[in-house]
């Protein structure tokens, strides 16, 4: 992968990373680990069990939804807060991922 991260999804992390810290008060945090994992996006509170499954499988970018495999790429980035590692993982249409990030 490159080393620098597309635009949208820099955006994207640096706003749930926000969100993050708004919700953690960073003074209170005490590492008991040294690595926190969460999604870039998150499906609705409730969302039935069709709606997870199609999440799964949407763009994290434009939201379009891509049942085939081979048209839809995983991914995972990271950021360091409060002194721990903080990796978003991510899903991207084949629109969205520019084709050096395609592994």
Do not use: H
């Amino acid at each position: 992968m490159p080393d620098t991260e597309i635009p949208w999804l820099a955006a994207a992390i640096d706003q749930r990373l926000a969100l993050m810290q708004e919700m953690l008060d960073g003074d209170k945090i005490t590492p008991t680990y040294s690595l926190i994992m969460s999604p870039l996006t998150e499906p609705r509170f409730g969302a039935s069990r069709a709606e997870m499954e199609k999440w799964e499988r949407t763009c994290d970018n434009c939201g379009a939804y891509c049942p085939d495999p081979i048209r839809f790429y995983t991914g995972s980035a990271s950021r360091e807060v409060f002194g721990l590692q903080v990796m978003f993982t991510f899903g991207a249409c084949e629109k969205c991922l520019p084709p050096k990030w395609r592994a």
